[in-house]
């Protein structure tokens, strides 16, 4: 598998409170990889910085061979990194179609978007029987998956979840990990962050963990989800 994300020493800071010190981390084409820590590790930092979001002070990150670091999201996003932020970033004013549509706003191929769009109203019938309403009066579970469909409909090659099932209800954290895999069926890498260990573990290839801005270790997710020191301090046992 080629390297697709390569991010080296990142640094970022707010100010005097350093949230990212020094993260080396890869994913490969294709690859499931999840970033574990407790709250306050810097993990939404470290998306947003990887994203374009927020301007790392040191360190570099490139995607599929290019360097990224200094680029802005709008630049990034066509390159095929999508992010779905925490608190999942949806318009609640915006109708459900308008949210979808946003997702695709860099595609030409308007026929192949729409066509994407009708799938995706077959499958999730809430969303289509919705597509006209508000986006706001979704459920929290629809609401992310709007979310994650959105951000597929970019056509990304790499996409960023942060803490996608905070909050949900088990049969829609299933749904959400369902759509994930099919995602990751058709090629797309995926760097999930999640504060529930075992749940990102059991669907990731690879996990990374991180304390107070650095990583402290990463394996196999076999390798973590078998580590004791692991299940004490983050499987709640
Ligand atoms: P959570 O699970 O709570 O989202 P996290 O691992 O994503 O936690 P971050 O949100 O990246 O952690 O925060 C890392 C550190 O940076 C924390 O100490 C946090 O208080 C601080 N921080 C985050 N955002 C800001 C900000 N906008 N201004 C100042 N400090 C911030």
Redesign the pocket.
Known sequence: MSELLNVHELRVA??Q?H?VQGVSLTVAEGERVCLI??????????LKAIAGMLPPLGGSVHFAGQPITHKPSHQIVPLGIALVP?GRGIFSRLSVAENLAMGAYIRRDKLAVNQEIDTIYQRYPRLGERRAQPAGQLSGGEQQLLAINRALLSRPRLLLLD?PSMGLAPLMVKAIFGTLQDAHQQGVAILL?E?NAHLALSHSDRGYI?ET?KITQHDSAAELIANTDIKKAYFGE
Request: hydrophobic share 35%; proline share 0%.
């Open positions: 707010y100010g409170i949230a820590g407790a709250n306050g590790a810097g993990k939404t930092t470290l925490e803490e962050v504060q991180l801005g």
